[in-house]
C-alpha cells in the first residue's frame, strides 16, 4: 500500500473541464473509491487530449441506491439522466465523490512525458493510488495555478444530511 494519499483517476476530457469550470462537483462511481476526506485527486483526461490536466481534492464519497444518488446529486453530477441511467445499469447502488478546490495544472504532463518520468505508466481504468514519487514527479512538471481555482458549490452534496 502506499504511504501518500494522492490518486489518480481517469475522465473523459469533457468531464474534466466541467470539473476544473467548476460546473461538475460530483464525481459518480460504479464502485467504490477507497479514499478519504481531504485526498488530493489528479484529473486524467483520457485519448484524445491523454494528459493530466487537474487536481481537486475530496470532500466527502457518499454510498447511495441509485435513485437516492441521482435524487441528491443530479445537480452536481454533469450528466443527463439517460446516460446516468445507462451508467448504473445493473447497479443496485452508486458512489458520489464530491470535490472541492479544483484546479488546473500547468503545464499539463501529458502520457508521453508521463511514461518518459514514470517508467511503466498506465493511466488507470478506475483509479491509482500514488507512490509518493510519482506525487513528487508530478509536482516537479506541473503546479497547481492557485490562480484558477475554483470555489466548491457544493450545495448538491447537503440535500439530506440524515443519510450521512
Not at 10 to 20: D, E, G, N, R, V
Not at 46 to 73: N, Q, Y
Not at 111 to 138: C, N, S, W, Y
Amino acid at each position: 500500500m502506499s504511504d501518500c494519499l494522492d490518486i489518480l483517476i481517469s475522465l473523459a476530457p469533457a468531464y474534466t473541464k466541467a470539473i476544473l469550470d467548476g460546473t461538475k462537483t460530483v464525481e459518480l462511481r460504479r464502485r467504490r473509491v477507497r479514499a478519504g476526506v481531504g485526498t488530493r485527486v489528479w484529473l486524467y483526461s483520457k485519448v484524445p487530449t491523454a494528459r493530466v490536466e487537474g487536481t481537486a481534492r475530496i470532500h466527502r464519497i457518499h454510498e447511495r441506491d441509485i435513485k437516492g444518488l441521482w435524487s441528491e446529486f443530479s445537480d452536481g453530477v454533469g450528466i443527463s439522466k439517460a446516460d446516468f441511467d445507462e451508467y448504473f445499469r445493473g447497479c443496485n447502488k452508486g458512489y458520489a465523490i464530491v470535490l472541492t478546490r479544483a484546479c488546473a495544472v500547468l503545464p499539463a504532463p501529458d502520457l508521453k512525458t508521463m511514461r518518459q518520468d514514470l517508467a511503466g505508466f498506465h493511466p488507470p481504468q478506475f483509479f491509482k493510488r500514488l507512490q509518493a514519487e510519482e506525487v513528487e514527479i508530478l509536482l516537479k512538471r506541473c503546479r497547481p495555478e492557485s490562480a484558477k481555482r475554483y470555489p466548491s458549490p457544493i450545495r448538491s452534496a447537503r440535500k439530506n444530511p440524515a443519510h450521512e
